[in-house]
């Protein structure tokens, strides 16, 4: 059932086998996951079905460098079904050798491995409606897909390799529901926590504390408690509870908020190919959009010491109307209709004068008839359709592209989340970003660059022109790629090296636990909500048997447990 | 002992299959009967002409068995009225086993998992009303076995089989989302029949009940997009709540006046499937039966749905032909 925490009676402590902190993608996959359970569980959500202003300035916060990261309230969403309001889709698993230890990218390796993960993959990807668990051409499609580029082959780079989208899914939309159907679960809207509050010992979670915008406070008790609010929330719950342990909890060897990363992301260079080349999407029979994408091998990593890149071809840059497309010159137009996290990397927030906004315009009118086609396709495969075509996909009649690259960074300590003095709405210390990367994170990134325009000219199917020396200029040309907060609460197998352990549990608070990005100690090349729900759901196939209530509770739906 | 089984309705999807099973089983002899029939059937079997509203016949018929299946499939109130003639007909020549088939439709609108001790009612309409009423007979009839089916799909099948094939290769069905989240509680045709054949068999099925859906059936997105793959209607469209509104409040109800017309003129093939509310309502339908009565004591098991799908799908595509 779904509750507003201002409708609950005053002071009355709420109690539960398990609570989950954040109906965002890790909490509610955690939540369908045990519908069943017989647990009672405990939803708390701090926004309510929709946006709600006051509940998302509470996201507001600091960053070091404005130009390498964007605010702290943008791309993130607090409210109900979290940040999936806002996602792209891109549903994509971790690679097994983002799993290893590599001694070429510092403090790299997970406690577990590809395999461990491996299981959970496919009811992650049904769960966020991204089709069959099939990531290579030749698996996921029966039908022969033409070359991605006619004639290309290297020992270095693979094109097979595909990205799946998600509709993309709100899943706080799709599986209301279930969760208003479910009897062992309470969503409670409008809960904020505010503090873990430990046993005396420091050994385990006493209770949480939680607060409404509107003044309510009480306090949930649960068996076990899991944080799954985000890769940024995850390490300030943990910070700014400091009464039992000083450094915030979890933080004995000071490592919440650091090793924190995003991707490194930013289009280069020229691409001219003289052979046929599909960089669009293809429908899988199950409905899903898939696209093939240029990959570093992980013998080529190993190798070439270089960490996980994927590169896709991309439309020229839509700024400069030397393109003379007229849909890039009428996104450029329209840009102020563009969601701000949509529309950063689409313009740059560079100001152009009259003459070249002149061009634009003057494409867009050249080209009436493409313009007019692009927006019908706008309209019926994006605005009307339930799954909706994932990005703008330009084909260029003179086969140019430029390359969108996306790369794994390197954990790095002093990348971190601190807190700052100034609190919140609800007295909650405000989080400031120091975001940075590594010399090694742009390495790799100019490592497959040079194997790419080798091995394009070596097989005679093109050119890749770019200047090696603007790869780092154009890597942080936006700054970290947005929304993707990897690291903050790592997990390892020693107390030393992370926060959490192998199974997500806190090292020495065996009751309380972290699903989501933040726990991934390692940024790989993919986007991580998939990954995130993966080990959301390995989390909660542990707690089935960990959290497991007492005999006499079994099976008790929470309305029976009331009946006193 | 060697049993006689008249099987009421034996031309239709399921009777036809029950006769056969029971033809193929050790120890039973089918006598078919129908409205379609003559002397025989395709396959050679002995049968008989018999309306089931007509009692007399009914009952020299019954007089010659030890144990009889009503197949019937019919409108709500011709149901009714071939139940009712068929249990008098039954208790004046002397009292031959009844296997009553009826339907998931009388647990009504339950969710969760639901065995054959669950609450009934006649609340999903007319239908439900008169599976219910056939069920309240046979429970003053005594000798009775009553068999809940799920959706009973396989080749031959018009409702869960063709209908669905139809709708999904003209993409006005597919991939639900939420809409779909519900439970197929699927049965494969023949996992029926067998489960008629156990229940005349076995002594201890007499005055009981038991559901029949696979273990582990699929929600009504996985068996859409399973089904549509298997009849190659690829890629599965996603239909928005909005679009599946389309169907069931705009698109439904003339679609139902042209279906009734081409029935009147002979010609139902001709006419569009269309998706009531009920279908849609169905598709939401949280409700898992749990068939393990039905494996413990009739000793059920399921065909795996790739394989059923498999085979159903080439019927349909044969069906276009």
Known sequence: MILDANDLPEGAPQEADLCIVGAGAAGIAMALELLDSGLRLLLLESGGFGAEADSQALYAGAVADPALHSPLDTYRERRYGGSTTLWGGRSMPFDPIDFEARDYIAHSGWPIAFEDLAPYYPRANRIAEAGAYAYRAGQAFTRPLPPMIEGFASADLGTDTLERFSCPTDFGRRYRHKLEAAANCRLLLHANVTRIALAADGGAVDHLDVATLAGRRFQVRAGHVVLAAGGLENARLLLASRDVQAAGVGNGHDLVGRYYMCHMAGTIGALRFTRPVWHGYDIADDGTYCRRRIALSPEAQRRLRAGNVIARLHHPRIIDPAHRNGVLSMLYLARMFIPYEYAKRLDGEVRLGLIPQARHLWNVLADMPGTAAFLWHLLRDRRLAERKFPSIIIRSKANLYSLDVHGEQEPNPDSRLTLERETDALGMPRLKADWRYSRQDIASIATMLEVLARDVAACGVGRFTYDPDSVEHEMTRYGAYGGHHIGTTRMAASPRQGVVDAHCAVHGLPNLHVAGSSVFPTSGQANPTLTAVALGLRLADRLKSLAAPSPVSVGLPYTDRSMN | ?321
Not at chain 2, 199 to 219: K, S
Not at chain 2, 232 to 260: F, Y
Request: net charge positive; hydrophobic share 50%.
């Open chain 2, 1 to 321: 002992m060697i049993q006689s089984v008249l099987v009421l309705g034996a031309s239709g999807f399921i009777g036809r299959r029950v006769v056969q099973a029971l033809a193929a089983a050790d120890g039973c002899i089918p006598l078919a009967a129908g409205r379609r029939l003559a002397t025989r059937t395709e396959d050679g079997i002995e049968a008989l002409h018999l309306d089931g509203g007509d009692e007399p016949a009914l009952a020299a018929a019954l007089t010659r068995v030890q144990a009889v299946v009503d197949c019937t499939a019919a409108p709500p109130e011709t149901m009714r009225r071939i139940s009712a003639a068929l249990f008098r007909a039954a208790n004046a020549a002397g009292r031959p086993l009844v296997v009553q088939l009826s339907s998931m439709a009388v647990y009504g609108n339950a969710v969760g998992r639901v065995a054959e001790t669950a609450a009934l009612s006649d609340e999903q309409g007319p239908y439900a009303a008169a599976k219910l009423a056939g069920e309240r007979l046979a429970a003053d009839y005594g000798r009775a076995v009553i068999l809940r089916p799920g959706c009973v799909y396989g080749p031959g099948g018009l409702q869960w089989s063709l209908r669905l094939a139809r709708l999904l290769r003209a993409r006005r069905l597919g991939d639900l989302g939420a809409e779909g989240d519900g439970i197929a509680n699927l049965v494969h045709v023949d996992d029926v029949a067998r489960a008629v054949v156990a229940a005349v068999r076995q002594g201890r099925a007499e005055g009981q009940a038991f559901n029949l859906a696979m273990a582990g059936a699929p929600t009504w997105n996985e068996y859409l997009m399973a089904f549509a793959q298997a009849l190659a209607a690829v890629p599965v469209r996603r239909l928005s709540a909005r679009r599946l509104r389309l169907e069931t409040k705009l698109l439904a109800p003339p679609l139902k006046i042209l279906e009734m017309a081409a029935a009147r003129a002979g010609a139902v093939a001709w006419a569009p499937p269309l998706v009531p509310p009920s279908l849609a309502r169905l598709f939401r339908q949280e409700i898992r039966l749990d068939s393990g009565k039905s494996e413990r004591l009739l000793g059920q098991t399921w065909m795996p749905l790739d394989e059923g799908l498999a085979e159903t799908a080439a019927w349909c595509r044969a069906q276009r032909a």
